[in-house]
């Protein structure tokens, strides 16, 4: 595992993005796995003026989100799918019939999950995976307690999470339970990881991550056995 100390968020960010940058000018064909949450926020940015500078050419990606929550749909504000569009793919035109995130409104949640799956699976798997992480060391929404050997999946939110995510909502109570989410097993069969890792509450969760034993108590630990993780932590945090 590569551990990069970036000296504040913007530093992380333009790190992040020259990665993501180099992955698809290396393979345009990329499979891109990407994630929501403030911390990717400005990586998204830069990728943009990158795009609009004609740096990298994203027309050839395609792309996973890791999860959505549940009962939300594409075009409610909140939704991981309307934060996808509105921060990055239409900024830098991306073609929708490229971008696959989970529909939380389906009728049949398990059935999505499983086709879910079967789209990384057609697509030969994911070649770069963006991870940022939760206060409580989740990874996509796959909180504590999860097993490692999860693929996509529907869980219930932790209360920390709703909590930590209610930021984003009027009310505690609107945000939803439930939520969809790449597993585990998902995660560390993409082929390269980024984690980024900025933010307040993060400082102890990541120690823990990097350093501490793995375990299911602290999902992003599971990432200590991945064989090609970098993580680029805003140092400033510590
Ligand atoms: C959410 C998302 C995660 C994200 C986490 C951290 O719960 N499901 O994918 O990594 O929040 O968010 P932030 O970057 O805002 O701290």
Redesign the pocket.
């Known amino acids: 595992m590569d551990i990069i100390y970036a000296s504040n968020y913007e530093d992380m960010s333009r790190k992040a993005a020259t990665t993501i940058a180099q992955q698809v000018i290396k393979k345009p064909t990329s499979v891109l796995g990407f994630?929501?949450?403030?911390?990717p926020l400005r990586t998204y940015e830069i990728l943009i003026e990158f795009h609009r500078q004609g740096i990298v050419d994203f027309s050839y990606i395609n792309t996973f989100n890791?999860?959505e929550y549940v009962g939300l749909s594409s075009d409610h504000p909140q939704s991981y799918s309307f934060f996808m569009f509105k921060n990055f793919f239409r900024q830098i035109q991306l073609d929708p019939s490229r971008v696959h995130i989970p529909l939380g409104t389906a009728l049949d949640l398990s059935r999505e999950c499983t086709d879910y799956e079967e789209a990384i699976q057609n697509l030969s798997g994911i070649d770069f995976q963006l991870?940022?992480?939760?206060s409580n060391g989740?990874?996509?929404?796959n909180e504590p307690g999860v097993h490692f050997n999860s693929v996509t999946h529907v869980v219930s939110l932790s209360q920390e999470?709703i909590k930590?995510?209610s930021r984003f909502f009027n009310s505690l109570e609107e945000v939803p339970k439930k939520a969809i989410t790449m597993g585990i097993k998902s995660i560390m069969n993409t082929r390269k990881i980024l984690l980024l890792v900025s933010?307040e509450k993060k400082a102890e969760i990541i120690r823990r991550a990097l350093s501490g034993s793995i375990s299911e108590e602290v999902p992003a630990s599971v990432l200590q056995l991945h064989p090609n993780t970098t993580v680029i932590i805003d140092q400033s945090i510590l």
């Open positions: 994630a929501t949450g403030s911390t890791l999860d991870l940022g992480l939760g989740h990874i996509g929404f999470t930590a995510n933010g």
